[in-house]
């Protein structure tokens, strides 16, 4: 089974899913994808994502920019395996500026992002990762986050970091196939 956990504000619409999607139906094995909206509460979202993963114990993550963050706690609590594109590294410092009314890229709903969601995510933070159960895709030319954090915090994972791109990670279909062979997903 292979769990995408969308970032900030984004939905399971976003182009990588989708993409991640498409090619597991093109496969045959459509049925072993998921993909979660997820609350806006961080202790909600990674709540509903354990039980996810308590129930497919086999899971390979891939989490996008926040998705990597909660991908990453989830690995290390659960011990499966996650690949994080251009994850955020510590997002209750990233997100303490966007307190305040926000809105969904995807679906245009609005909600309030709060004081208490900065402390659930501080919650979630790991210390020390499993550098072996990690793939780590970063692009330079992140606007949003700086790919040298993710590089220092997943020091001995599997790094794969590609020059310019942004934080959408708008080639990922070039990387697509080292993703699936990470998650164990072959032709």
């Known amino acids: 089974m292979l769990i995408y956990i969308h970032g900030f504000n984004s939905s399971p619409a976003s182009s990588k899913a989708g993409l991640i999607q498409r090619e597991l139906e093109r496969r045959g094995r459509g049925g072993e994808f998921l993909a979660p909206a997820l609350p806006h509460s961080p202790a909600a979202a990674a709540a509903l994502l354990a039980q996810m993963v308590r129930a497919h114990p086999d899971a390979c993550l891939i989490g996008s920019s926040l998705g990597g963050f909660y991908a990453?706690?989830?690995?290390?609590?659960?011990?499966?395996r996650a690949v994080l594109l251009n994850p955020a590294v510590r997002p209750h410092e990233l997100?303490?500026?966007a307190v305040g009314r926000q809105k969904n890229f995807h679906t245009g709903e609005e909600y309030d992002f709060t004081l208490q969601h900065i402390a659930e995510l501080r919650a979630l933070e790991v210390a020390a990762i499993t550098p072996e159960r990690y793939l780590l895709l970063v692009e330079t030319g992140?606007?949003?986050l700086d790919y040298?954090?993710?590089v220092?915090?997943?020091r001995g994972a599997r790094q794969v970091v590609i020059k310019g791109g942004d934080h959408g990670f708008s080639d990922f279909a070039d990387h697509l196939d080292v993703?699936?062979?990470?998650c164990g997903v072959t032709r």
């Open 72 to 80: 990453t706690w989830l690995a290390e609590t659960h011990g499966v």
């Open 95 to 97: 997100l303490a500026g």
């Open 142 to 144: 992140d606007e949003v």
């Open 148 to 150: 040298r954090h993710a």
């Open 152 to 154: 220092e915090k997943y």
């Open 179 to 182: 993703v699936l062979e990470f």
